[in-house]
């Protein structure tokens, strides 16, 4: 029997346009984003289908509008094919909210309220550090290890094994970006962000997301989570609020996260959300894996073709 897993992506997914016609065609879509509105106290709808863009970019904004965009993805799927079982649920980054929340371990209205706390908390922790990233291509890890040693930065995200993102000051990126061109790396790219994400720098963000967190109900996971953090799954509820405590300045362990599931029998990856860029990292990570994403009404079409050609 295939063993599925659900995937959501994280900040950076974010586009103008981003659940519009779900919302259009599937009343449960379009209740999201009003019960999103509700608790935010601004027209969510208007922003993710309208923009305008700088505003949708904004971390405070970006993390809940992805979270609903992502969730009205998995439920316009539960409509199309309400017999499908998945047995695993990821994130990457902020994406690991969605996870949570489609395993049941808290509310959709809740996970709102963190994830709009979480992105203001960033945002402010950028203005009193600010910080930079860099994308690395073909650049064993182990150099990168040394690299971001000696240029005193760290290392934020295993994205793939011919990719890894790397997280800190802005003269330490600048040192980074010339050691890794130095030391062969095909590509070393200095990220569009506003911040050293996943790394100390946001250890600010990391202890106010803590005090948010005490005043949330976390329940047991339906199924499987992987945590960012250890790329295993979530143990009981009352150890997940610290995991995702220190899922803000730690490490994403992506690769490590779809290993484990492969290992655990999953052969099947749905991404629901913005963007198509956890498919392309599962892709390099497990070439047999079969990858389908869900993003739009003719994505969500194309998706439910092949899952029912695969019962």
């Known amino acids: ?16 346009g981003m659940g519009k016609d779900l919302a259009a065609t599937y009343p449960v879509c379009r209740e999201l984003f009003v019960r999103a509105s509700a608790v935010l106290g601004y027209d969510l709808a208007q922003l993710c289908f309208e923009g305008p863009e700088e505003d949708l970019t904004r971390s405070n904004r970006a993390q809940p509008a992805i979270f609903t965009a992502s ?16 047995d695993f649920a990821a994130g990457l980054s902020s994406g690991e909210w969605a996870a949570l929340c489609a395993a049941g371990v808290l509310t959709f209205e809740d996970s709102i309220k963190v994830l709009a706390a979480r992105g203001k908390f960033m945002m402010e922790a950028c203005l009193e550090q600010p910080g930079g990233m860099l994308s690395v291509m073909n650049l064993d890890l182990e150099i990168l290890r040394r690299i971001s040693a000696e240029a005193g930065v760290e290392i934020a995200n295993l994205n793939s094994p011919g990719q890894t993102v790397l997280s800190g000051k802005i003269e330490g990126i600048d040192r980074a ?3 890794a061109k130095e030391a062969g790396a095909k590509r070393a ?29 976390f329940k047991s996971p339906s199924i499987p989570v992987i945590s960012n953090v250890t790329a295993e799954p979530h143990g009981p509820p009352e150890t ?12 994403v362990r992506w690769v490590e996260s779809v290993e484990w599931m492969k290992a655990g029998g999953v052969s099947r990856y749905i991404e629901c959300g913005p963007g ?24 969500l079409k194309g998706a439910v073709v092949a899952l029912k050609g695969q019962e």
């Open 71 to 86: 969730i009205a993805c998995l439920e316009a799927l539960k409509q199309e094919c309400p017999d499908l079982k998945y």
């Open 240 to 251: 997940i609020p610290p995991a995702m405590v220190k899922q803000v300045n730690s490490s």
């Open 276 to 299: 198509k860029v956890l498919t392309g990292l599962v892709k390099r990570i497990d070439k047999d894996a079969t990858c389908l994403n869900i993003l739009d009404i003719d994505s």
């Open 189 to 217: 790219l200095k990220l569009n962000v506003s911040g050293a994400f996943h790394s100390s720098l946001m250890t600010s963000a990391a202890d106010r997301l803590g005090e948010v967190l005490a005043g949330v109900e």
């Open 1 to 16: 029997m295939m063993k599925t897993a659900v995937i959501f992506p994280g900040q950076g997914a974010q586009a103008v």
């Open 177 to 179: 970006e010339k050691l």
